[in-house]
């Protein structure tokens, strides 16, 4: 089964890749290595918003972090093309806006996770961090950052 395939059984419709906010680019490619400038938690409706632990479930924070996930494929569409060219999402690195007694940190960039197993099959298995932030740009719940090989 493709990657576009598999998305569209998870209900994923891909968006267009967003341009960056600030003085960078969305991403760089070195060789065989794709780098993702942050992708923060947005939809079409908007932004998704808000602390873990202070107004936000684990369960509203993995969906913000499914919507980076969704942002980064994006990125990797437009950067390579064709998904079908990646080998491996290599590692994650994410970012949780958090209250500071919260600590399900790992349980909330899971849902970034999740969706790039399901997309990428065992290819989609990465290394990961995940660590909690007091805040993040535009008062985002995540944001989540990726390297990809490709072929």
Do not use: W
């Amino acid at each position: 089964m493709s990657v576009s395939d598999r998305l569209k059984a998870a209900g994923v419709t891909l968006p267009e890749a967003r341009p960056p906010v600030a003085n960078y680019v969305p991403y760089v490619i070195t060789g065989n290595l794709l780098f993702i400038s942050g992708q923060v938690s947005i939809t079409p409706d908007g932004l998704i918003k808000g602390r873990l632990g202070e107004d936000m479930t684990i369960e509203q924070g993995q969906q913000a972090a499914r919507a980076c996930a969704i942002n980064l494929i994006a990125q990797m569409q437009a950067a390579l093309g064709d998904l079908e060219r990646v080998t491996r999402i290599v590692k994650l690195g994410g970012f949780v806006n958090a209250a500071k007694d919260f600590v399900d940190i790992p349980k909330v960039v899971n849902g970034c996770s999740d969706l790039m197993v399901e997309a990428f099959g065992d290819k989609g298995r990465h290394a990961r961090s995940a660590v909690a932030c007091p805040v993040l740009p535009m008062g985002v719940a995540v944001e989540v950052d990726a390297v990809v090989e490709f072929a």
